[in-house]
């Protein structure tokens, strides 16, 4: 099973991951990381580095940032088609540029959710 960690107190983020739970299929654990210690457990990432990027344990491998949207594509039949799009070295060079931009935007608009001892 593949477990997605996400911020659920991100407005954006929280939409997304919506969008993508309706159209998942049963092999996908959707894991809110918004002060949630097991997640940090299971990742060995800290608070802040959970809502900084997206994470994904597939494989017992712990995988983030631009990478994560390629295994939520891959398990979402509705997606597939941009797996196989993105997986392409050249397009997801393209991607994570892209992802590092908006992942650093919606850290900064949600960064209130670390109290002063996480930051």
Not at 94 to 104: G, K, Q, R, S, T
């Amino acid at each position: 099973m593949v477990k997605i960690f996400f911020n659920n107190s991100c407005n954006i983020c929280r939409a997304e991951i919506n969008h993508y739970k309706k159209h998942s299929e049963k092999n996908i654990e959707w894991i809110d990381v918004t002060n949630n210690e097991k997640a940090q457990k299971m990742t060995s990432k800290s608070y802040k580095e959970l809502l900084r990027r997206m994470h994904v344990i597939q494989d017992d491998k712990v995988i983030d940032g631009a990478e994560s949207f390629l295994i939520i594509w891959k398990n979402v039949p509705k997606y597939n088609f941009l797996y196989k799009i993105f997986k392409i070295k050249p397009l997801f060079f393209l991607l994570n540029i892209f992802y590092e931009i908006a992942a650093y935007f919606l850290f900064v608009k949600n960064k209130h959710l670390l109290s002063d001892e996480k930051k």
